[in-house]
Structures are given as C-alpha cells and as structure tokens.
C-alpha cells in the first residue's frame, strides 16, 4: 500500500527566511505527486505537481519542489516565507483516480 | 471561471436531522470524490464516482451516501447526522488521464447539535 510521510507536523519559520517542508513516498514506480495549501477553513489549492517531467518543480506564489527518486523524497520549498504563507500544507501521492493517498500534513507558521 | 462549488459552505443541523451537502462543478470532469475533514486531520475519503460507478470506502459509515444525478452535481446524505459527524466536507473532481491532479470546492462546515 502507498504511504505519503511529513516529517514534521509543525514548522515554524520568519518572516523572510526559507521554508522547507518535508515528504517521502513510499511508491516504487515513478508517482504522481503533489502539494496542496489549505488556509482555515478553505478548500484545498494545487500548489504544484510533479509527473515524471522534469525533477525540480516550480508552483505558485514562489513555492518549488525537488522529486528525487534516490531518495523517495518531495520537499517543498520557498526562499522567503511570507507572512500569508501561514497554513497547513498537504504532500499527496496519486497513481490512479482510485487511489490517493494523503500525508498527515504540516502547519507552517510564519512569525513576524 | 471552471470550478468545483460548494453549498452552502456552513451548515448546521441537529442531532439526527439528515443532511444533505451538494457539489456542483463546471469542470466537466468523470470523477467526483467526497472527503471528510477533521480538525487538524488530512482529508478522509468517503466515496467517489468514476464517471456513474459508485465507489464506497469500506470504513464508511453507514450514514453517509451519495448521489450522483449528472456528471456536474454530487449530493452527500448523512442520515441521522451523530455529533462525531461535526467536520469539513470537501469536494473534489479529477478528470482520468496523466496526472489525477484533483481540484477541491471551498468546502462545507458540518455543526451538529
């Protein structure tokens, strides 16, 4: 069975400063994978998708990822965390409309 | 704009008072999904449709069903609405091809009293 790991259930950072959040995948296969935001009480945004393109992955509002199979991992990333930046982040694993598979999530904060 | 909408976006119902929570979507998309949201939880999924086949998860309570009267509108029933029920339900759609990316409605808060 799949399985979508976030290291870290909470991240804080500055303002300014770079984020990372972490997620492995457990699929042996080359995934579909993606990252959603979610702010309180909204639905989930695609932030960007990896799909056997190309490795580094660029997404909306400065956020990129790195799929990297060596290692079965999917970080995200930002060079300058914004205070709007604040929500839960979701790393989501698809391989068929059958089968999704959600990671815990990551609350990042923002301090000012 | 294409979209997956939501209505309404908050509801509240009593204990044992079904329900019914409604997704419509512009998007043209054969595959219809219904998740359910707990307070600091990942999403859970309850069914979804691929194209008119219905799908059900085994956990799914009983409580819960759907319908799906046309490829633009999905209805969510809970029957006898528990205070557990209480959550985000989100919509999503995804169209069978390359990628499976899903695109997500606002949602509906769910409040039992």
């Known amino acids: 069975a799949q399985s979508v790991t976030q290291l870290d259930s909470h991240v804080s950072v500055s303002e300014g400063t770079p984020v990372l959040l972490r997620c492995n995948y457990s699929s042996s296969y080359s995934p579909s994978l993606f990252w959603y935001v979610q702010h309180p009480n909204k639905g989930l945004q695609l932030l960007l998708k990896y799909t056997s393109a190309a490795t580094l992955v660029k997404g909306i509002n400065g956020f990129e990822a790195e799929f990297k199979k060596s290692e079965t991992s999917f970080h995200l990333t930002k060079p300058s965390a914004h205070m709007s930046d604040a929500a839960e982040y979701f790393c989501v694993e698809g391989g068929s409309a059958r089968q999704l598979t959600f990671g815990s999530g990551t609350q990042l904060t923002v301090l000012p | 704009d294409a979209m997956v909408i939501q209505n309404p976006r908050y509801q509240v119902t009593q204990f044992g008072k079904p329900v019914t929570l409604s997704c419509s979507q512009t998007l043209n998309h054969n595959v219809m999904y219904w998740y359910q949201q707990k307070s600091s939880q990942a999403p859970k999924l309850l069914f979804h449709?691929?194209?008119?086949?219905?799908?059900n998860e085994a956990d799914t309570p009983d409580n819960f069903q759907s319908r799906r009267p046309n490829t633009s509108f999905c209805f969510l029933d809970i029957r006898s609405p528990g205070l557990g029920d209480a959550a985000m339900y989100l919509c999503a759609t995804t169209k069978t091809g390359a990628s499976y990316e899903q695109f997500f409605g606002p949602g509906t808060r769910l409040t039992v009293l």
């Open positions: 449709y691929y194209d008119k086949d219905f799908n």
